[in-house]
């Protein structure tokens, strides 16, 4: 019904990222012919996310403690409620600008310029080309390319109403971190 993807390609794909400081997780998801990309699928790819991110976040913290004066760490740990978030479906226009190139428009950032932010190029390198060409391989890589019947959910937006009205908070008060929260418990420490 749902696999997850760790082909060499995508491996290999999220260790170059890595190399360069990116901040974007990802996670891909084989589904069944028969399986539709529902929220119901969406949230099982939610919860392997975080199976990768925990793991990389254990992994981290075993390398930074190794470094440090014998003591107890504390291990890191991240709320992640489900149950709480809640997905909103993309409209075409919207995943066609979510996918837009050009990181020239200040007051229009763009997921591209965005991931390209996050990355460090050594001085002699072609950042906007490479970052550009990274993006490509990326959302390729996701699945966002070329696919007419893609189903994009955002996660990340403010909880309704509803929700909000069930902690007490007048709306907008509550952004999506406290649905999807970490906390490393080593401070600034880096890796």
Same mark, same amino acid.
């Given at each position: 019904m749902l696999k997850g993807m760790a082909s060499s390609k995508i491996e290999? +794909?999220?260790?170059? +990222? *890595?190399? +360069?400081?990116?901040?974007?997780?990802?996670?891909?998801?084989?589904?069944?012919?028969?399986?539709?990309? *529902?929220?119901?699928?969406?949230r099982c790819a939610l919860a392997e996310l975080y199976v990768q991110i925990m793991g990389s976040q254990r992994e981290w913290h075993q390398k930074v403690i190794r470094r440090l004066p014998v003591a107890i760490y504390p291990e890191p740990t991240m709320r992640w409620n489900l149950d709480d978030a809640v997905g909103g479906a993309l409209g075409r226009l919207q995943i066609t600008n979510l996918l837009r190139t050009d990181t020239d428009d200040i007051g229009s950032p763009t997921l591209c310029g965005d991931f390209i932010r996050s990355l460090y190029f050594p001085d002699l390198v072609d950042r906007a080309g490479l970052g550009q060409a990274l993006f490509a391989e990326w959302i390729n890589t996701l699945g966002l390319v070329d696919q007419s019947d893609i189903v994009v959910l955002n996660w990340v937006d403010k909880p309704t109403q509803s929700l909000m009205g069930r902690y007490g908070e007048s709306a907008g008060a509550t952004a999506w971190t406290d649905f999807f929260a970490l906390n490393v418990g080593l401070g600034d420490l880096g890796a």
């Open positions: 290999l +794909l999220r260790k170059r +990222l *890595d190399d +360069l400081g990116n901040v974007f997780e990802f996670v891909t998801i084989a589904l069944d012919r028969d399986v539709s990309p *529902d929220e119901g699928m969406h």
